[in-house]
């Protein structure tokens, strides 16, 4: 079952901009914070930013503030985005978009990868000349 898919990566220049789309259905749908975590080769996971459903509460990693952004799209909440300007080869990784179906409480935004439960596949950026 796929409940979160993920598309938009590719080359991009150093500098330059690059948009990830992410679609969650299924288990994922019910989410209460949706997200977007990287994994470059050799390196754990890590958090890059998240925004919780009531759309209230938008959390970015200090290594991508300031130049991501995640939007949503205005008809359907289970569409989101990553906006990715201002790019860095540091930016090259595997980009996944997961969602927490858990933590109901508030506007708290979780950063931790045990803290979402449901996953897509990934999509490749990578920032080179």
């Known amino acids: 079952q796929v409940d979160l898919v993920e598309s938009g990566g590719g080359l991009v220049q150093p500098g330059g901009s690059l948009r990830l789309s992410c679609e969650a259905s299924g288990r994922a749908y019910n989410y209460y914070t949706i997200g977007w975590f990287r994994q470059a080769l050799g390196r754990e996971r890590e958090f890059v930013g998240a925004v919780r459903r009531s759309g209230r509460n938008t959390f970015y990693a200090d290594s991508v503030k300031g130049r991501f952004t995640i939007s949503r799209d205005d008809m359907n909440k289970n569409t989101i985005y990553l906006h990715m300007g201002s790019l860095e080869p540091e930016d090259t990784a595997l980009y996944y978009c997961?969602?927490?179906?858990?933590?109901?409480?508030?506007?708290?935004?979780?950063?931790?990868?045990?803290?979402?439960?449901?996953w897509g596949q990934g999509t490749q950026v990578t920032v080179s000349s």
């Open positions: 997961a969602v927490d179906t858990f933590h109901s409480d508030g506007d708290y935004i979780y950063t931790g990868e045990n803290d979402y439960d449901y």
